[in-house]
C-alpha cells in the first residue's frame, strides 16, 4: 500500500488540526494504519492505530482524550482528528501501514512492524 499524508500546518496552542493519510494499494482494507511522529532530536513515536478487523482503536497515552483516529473506507483513508494541541505536539507526523496482526498492542508501537510509509506531514504548535 502507498501512502500520502497531508493536513499539518501552523497552530497555535488549543487549536485543531486534522491529517489525512490517503492510501492507494489493494491491501488498505487489510491493513492497521497507525500515525506516528518525530520531534526534532527525538525518536520516532507511536500515536495512535485502527485495525483493519473491526476498526479497533489505540491512542498512545500522551493523546488520548484530545485526538482521535477514524478511517473512510470508501475513500481509502484515515484521519487523525487533533484537538486541544500543544506545543509539544509539535513534530512531522508520518501515517504506517502494516499487515500484522496480534492482540497485543506493543506490535503496533514499534517502527519495525510496519511495512509501508507515508512522507510525512509537519505540525507546528505555538505557545
Known amino acids: 500500500v502507498q501512502l500520502q499524508a497531508s493536513g499539518g500546518g501552523l497552530v497555535q496552542a488549543g487549536g485543531s488540526l486534522r491529517l489525512s493519510c490517503a492510501a492507494s494499494?489493494?491491501?488498505?482494507?487489510?491493513?492497521?494504519i497507525s500515525w506516528f511522529r518525530q520531534a526534532p532530536g527525538k525518536e520516532r513515536e507511536f500515536v495512535a492505530a485502527?485495525?483493519?478487523?473491526?476498526?479497533?482503536?489505540i491512542h498512545a497515552d500522551s493523546v488520548k482524550g484530545r485526538f482521535t483516529i477514524s478511517r473512510d473506507i470508501a475513500k481509502n483513508t484515515v484521519y487523525l482528528q487533533m484537538n486541544s494541541l500543544k506545543p509539544e505536539d509539535t513534530a512531522v507526523y508520518y501515517c504506517?501501514?502494516?499487515?500484522?496482526?496480534?492482540?497485543?498492542?506493543?506490535?503496533?508501537?514499534?517502527?519495525?512492524?510496519?511495512?509501508?510509509w507515508g512522507q510525512g506531514t509537519q505540525v507546528t504548535v505555538s505557545s
Open positions: 494499494g489493494r491491501t488498505f482494507s487489510s491493513s492497521t
Open positions: 504506517a501501514a502494516t499487515l500484522r496482526t496480534s492482540i497485543s498492542s506493543s506490535v503496533y508501537y514499534r517502527t519495525s512492524s510496519y511495512d509501508s
Open positions: 485502527i485495525k483493519r478487523s473491526g476498526g479497533s482503536t
